[in-house]
């Protein structure tokens, strides 16, 4: 089940990003808190998916830009090892774009998908989304090498 995020799924979203982040593989953030402060942006608007009464994924939808770049939306998506595979992160890809065309934004930007990170640039590919840039060298993954990363884009109109 997919809805939007309460305060009292803060535990849940929080041991979602322990595991992002001790992986380190999808997100520049280092910290559970740098992850958290993306996540409970003000403007952004959060959702959850939810089985048997437990957090299993979220994204967040918000302006990818300020003043005149606010039509077009980010967004940043995680979901729990343990549900991985299973489809969660398609139903939160299909269900953020639905949200940010109900949102008014004209456009969905990914300014940082990890090249290594094939599922997600395979989902967003099958998702509608282009890749319209490459970053060289831009992510450092845990051992130390580092690797391009993707600006993927795609229109909501």
């Given at each position: 089940m997919?809805?939007?995020?309460?305060?009292?799924?803060?535990?849940?979203?929080?041991?979602i990003a322990a595991e992002v982040v001790e992986a380190g593989e999808m997100y520049v953030?280092?910290?559970v808190d740098e992850v958290m402060g993306y996540w409970n942006d003000p403007r952004?608007?959060?959702?959850?998916?939810?089985a048997?009464?437990?957090?299993?994924?979220t994204y967040v939808v918000k302006p990818n830009q300020p003043g005149r770049g606010a039509h077009v939306a980010n967004a940043g998506y995680m979901v729990a090892r343990s549900a991985?595979?299973?489809?969660?992160?398609r139903a939160?890809?299909?269900?953020?774009?639905?949200?940010?065309?109900?949102?008014g934004f004209v456009a969905l930007q990914y300014n940082?998908?990890?090249?290594?990170?094939?599922?997600?640039?395979?989902?967003?590919?099958?998702?509608?989304?282009?890749?319209?840039g490459t970053l060289p060298?831009?992510?450092?993954?845990?051992?130390?090498?580092?690797v391009d990363a993707y600006v993927m884009h795609r229109s909501l109109e």
């Amino acid at each position: 089940m997919l809805r939007p995020a309460r305060e009292d799924d803060q535990p849940g979203l929080r041991a979602i990003a322990a595991e992002v982040v001790e992986a380190g593989e999808m997100y520049v953030y280092t910290t559970v808190d740098e992850v958290m402060g993306y996540w409970n942006d003000p403007r952004g608007a959060c959702f959850v998916a939810e089985a048997a009464g437990k957090v299993i994924g979220t994204y967040v939808v918000k302006p990818n830009q300020p003043g005149r770049g606010a039509h077009v939306a980010n967004a940043g998506y995680m979901v729990a090892r343990s549900a991985q595979g299973r489809g969660v992160g398609r139903a939160l890809g299909v269900h953020s774009l639905e949200v940010a065309r109900e949102l008014g934004f004209v456009a969905l930007q990914y300014n940082m998908v990890v090249s290594t990170n094939a599922d997600a640039v395979h989902l967003w590919e099958e998702l509608g989304f282009a890749i319209v840039g490459t970053l060289p060298g831009v992510f450092e993954r845990p051992s130390g090498e580092r690797v391009d990363a993707y600006v993927m884009h795609r229109s909501l109109e």
